[in-house]
C-alpha cells in the first residue's frame, strides 16, 4: 500500500495538469527505509513528449546524490500519461528500474477528474496497490517509527 | 587507473549488497571489464552489442559518459563512476 500525503498527491496532479499534453515526471523522496515520500522533486521529462518520459541524465545524477547525501531514497517515482489509463504500459514495466519504489501513474486524459493509481514494478510483474491519502503521517498508522512531518 | 563506482540498488546482488567498489582501467570499458571479473554478470546488464545499454548512465565524475565517447570515455586515477537505470517510460507500446 502507498500512504501518501494529500499535497504531494495535489502537487503530483498539479505538475502533470501543467504539462499536459506532454508526460510530466517526477519523484517524491523520503527516508532511506521509511517508505514514507516527503519531498516532491519535478524532474524534466528530457523527452519533452505526450507519448513517453525519460528523467534527464544529469539532472537525475544531481537529485540522486543529493538524495543519497540526505540519507533519502525515491520512495515514489511519478509520471503521467496524457491520452490513456493510468496503468503502466509496456514501456513503463521494461524500463522500471526501481523495485523499492511506488510507481504512481497520474491520467489526465479527462481534463475534469485526474486518475491516480500505484503500482510496484519488480522484475517486469506490475502488481497495484491501494493508495491511502492522508492529511499527515502524525495521525497515521504507520508503525512505531512514527515522527512528526518536517517543517 | 583505480576508480571508485557507486552501484545501484539494483545491481547490488551482483556486488553483495555494497553500494560502492573499487575497479581499475583507463576507460568506462576497461573498468566494466574489470568490475566483471570481479562482480560476475555486471558487465551483462550495462553492456548491449558492444555500446553502453539505452537505459543506463554511466557518468564520470559529474560527466554523462555518453558525451564523452560512452564506453570509450578515459578515466583517470581517483575518478568516481556512477551508475544510475534510466528513469523512463511512457504510454507508448500499448
Same mark, same amino acid.
Given at each position: 500500500m502507498l500512504m501518501i500525503r494529500r499535497d504531494l498527491v495535489d502537487a503530483m496532479v498539479g505538475h502533470a495538469r501543467r504539462d499536459h499534453p506532454d508526460e510530466a515526471c517526477g519523484v517524491v523522496a523520503g527516508p532511506v527505509g521509511s517508505d514514507r515520500p516527503e519531498r516532491l522533486i519535478e524532474m524534466i521529462n *528530457?523527452?519533452?513528449s505526450p507519448t513517453f518520459y525519460r528523467f534527464d541524465a544529469a539532472e537525475q545524477l544531481r537529485v540522486w546524490r543529493a538524495m543519497d547525501a540526505a540519507d533519502e531514497e525515491p520512495v515514489v517515482i511519478y509520471h503521467s500519461h496524457t491520452a490513456t489509463e493510468a496503468y503502466p504500459s509496456r514501456t513503463d514495466t521494461s524500463y522500471a528500474?526501481?523495485?523499492? *519504489?511506488h510507481y504512481v501513474l497520474v491520467s489526465t486524459r479527462d481534463p475534469d477528474t485526474h486518475e491516480l493509481r500505484s503500482y510496484r514494478i519488480i522484475d517486469g510483474a506490475v502488481t497495484e496497490e491501494p493508495v491511502e491519502v492522508v492529511e499527515?503521517?502524525?495521525?497515521?498508522?504507520?508503525?512505531?517509527?512514527d515522527v512528526p512531518d518536517a517543517p | 587507473m583505480a576508480v571508485t563506482v557507486s552501484v545501484p540498488t539494483i545491481l547490488r546482488t551482483h556486488t553483495g549488497g555494497e553500494k560502492s567498489v573499487d575497479a581499475s582501467g583507463s576507460t568506462v570499458a576497461e573498468v566494466i571489464e574489470d568490475l566483471d571479473s570481479r562482480h560476475s554478470g555486471i558487465k551483462g546488464r550495462l553492456v548491449k552489442d558492444g555500446s553502453l545499454h539505452r537505459f543506463i548512465n554511466v557518468y564520470v565524475n559529474d560527466e554523462d559518459v555518453r558525451f564523452a565517447g560512452g564506453l570509450a570515455a578515459a578515466v583517470h586515477d581517483g575518478d568516481n563512476v556512477t551508475i544510475l537505470p534510466a528513469v523512463a517510460g511512457g504510454c507508448a507500446g500499448w
Open positions: *528530457a523527452e519533452r528500474s526501481q523495485p523499492d *519504489a499527515s503521517y502524525m495521525f497515521s498508522h504507520t508503525g512505531a517509527d | -
